[in-house]
């Protein structure tokens, strides 16, 4: 199709800004999304997007599937059709043997399929948060729940699962000074969304403590929690809460849930699994978004993950865990002194944290143009401003030696940095 010529405009002369709700002003385009344009660049070694290796998607696996759903008119006919807001039922019970093997006893009535687990995070924003109510998360955390929750116009205050938190009381009465109450308290407990690290089952105790004796409610952010390389699974905060307060119905935490790192995040599909009284009314908010999530690619996505989800966990694992071990070992020969970086035991990320003087901001577009290198800086993962010298590193995407090639001319170039600071 040959392009349409689009006639020349002046300039937009209406002041919209002043037309839109104040939930708009603090909406601002994320750094990663800008970077994933640098992405499509062949000479750049993206460590940057925290996403899938698609060679690894089981697009053999979707092709037969959509096949099979096309070969029989009366299955074409539902796919193709208005379902229900809840979700595809057959794919609502794979979720609900799934969160069973997670310590989760749970059924179909507890369990909304979402497009991808970012719209579950939107929901239960617009749940939960009335403008001035409190969202307690970690900094750094996942960029995208804060983009989620802060539509809602929240405030924020620092949750430190492993030591340090706040007293209940601080929580309580540093909320209502903004005229509101404590109501998520958001983690992502598992190979976290930047840090790569992973909360300890007394942590995980604490939150749940924390959430009981301030009121909110914890949202566990999943969305690695299949991809664990070494090391015992910890038990979900959802088991962990059903099993203190005798069942899914009493919990005081919601699940998030995703196909996207495991599967394909194509499709948008996730979930959330939580008490009934909480699941009806985002079945509500469901509704009022979008009436359902795609029926076809639910009914595609129920046999993909039926016949193949748990076999092919071994093929991802072992891919990661080695990109994994090159982005570490290249590290550990590289970093200049004063340089310090987790070590995941699951996930897709490794944070680093660089020397005080070093701006990763600044530095960005030097590793780009010098090191052929990208990645997050991760002061983008702060909601308090703080993490100038951080950076968030994905080794998903390149094999081991371009990983070890990548991190060794990023860390000459840090090294360079320092030095002309030093
Ligand atoms: N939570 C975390 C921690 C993530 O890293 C992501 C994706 N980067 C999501 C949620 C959203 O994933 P999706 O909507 O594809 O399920």
Not at 79 to 84: D, E, G, V
Not at 340 to 350: E, K, M, S
Not at 364 to 388: C, K, S, T
Request: hydrophobic share 40%; aromatic share 8%; with cysteine.
């Amino acid at each position: 199709m040959s392009e349409i010529a689009v006639p020349p405009s002046p300039a937009a002369d209406i002041p919209w800004e002043q037309q839109f709700a104040t939930r708009a002003s603090g909406m601002v385009a994320s750094e990663i999304r800008e970077l994933l344009k640098i992405l499509a660049r062949p000479d750049i070694v993206s460590f940057a997007g925290g996403i899938p290796d698609p060679a690894l998607f089981p697009s053999e696996a979707f092709a037969e599937a959509y096949r099979s759903v096309f070969a029989d008119p009366s299955r074409t006919a539902a796919a193709l059709q208005y379902s229900i807001s809840e979700g595809h039922r057959p794919l609502r019970d794979w979720i609900v043997a799934h969160m069973a093997g997670q310590g989760v006893a749970c059924s179909a009535d507890h369990v909304l399929i979402t497009s991808g687990s970012q719209q579950a995070l939107d929901f239960l924003g617009k749940l939960m948060l009335s403008p001035g109510d409190t969202v307690l998360a970690t900094t750094p955390t996942y960029l995208g729940a804060l983009q989620a929750f802060s539509a809602y116009e929240p405030h924020y205050q620092r949750l430190h699962p492993e030591g340090g938190n706040q007293t209940p009381d601080h929580y309580l009465a540093q909320a209502a000074r903004h005229g509101g109450r404590p109501k998520l308290l958001y983690v992502v407990p598992d190979f976290a969304n930047p840090t790569g690290e992973t909360l300890s089952e007394a942590a995980r105790l604490r939150l749940l403590d924390l959430a009981e004796e301030t009121g909110a409610l914890v949202v566990e952010d999943a969305a690695y929690r299949q991809l664990r390389y070494e090391g015992l699974p910890v038990p979900s905060v959802l088991a962990l809460d059903c099993g203190r307060r005798g069942g899914i119905e009493r919990a005081r935490s919601v699940y998030c849930g995703t196909f996207s790192k495991t599967l394909a995040p194509g499709l948008r599909m996730g979930w959330i699994a939580g008490p009934r009284p909480l699941i009806e009314k985002l079945v509500l908010i469901k509704q009022a978004a979008d009436l359902h999530s795609g029926t076809l690619d639910q009914v595609v996505l129920g046999d993909v993950a039926q016949q193949c989800l748990e076999d092919r966990l071994p093929l991802l694992c072992g891919t990661y865990r080695r990109r994994r071990g090159a982005m570490l070992a290249a590290l550990e020969a590289s970093a200049p002194a004063g340089t310090t970086w987790t070590r995941p035991q699951g996930g897709l990320f490794v944070w680093v944290t660089l020397p005080e003087q070093v701006d990763t901001r600044a530095l960005l577009p030097r590793a780009v143009e010098e090191a052929r290198v990208a990645y997050v800086p991760g002061g983008a993962f702060f909601f308090d401003g703080r993490g100038g010298n951080t950076l968030r590193l994905s080794f998903s995407l390149a094999d081991e030696a371009t990983i070890d090639r990548g991190i060794r001319s990023l860390m000459a170039l840090v090294g360079e940095f320092v030095r002309g600071h030093g």
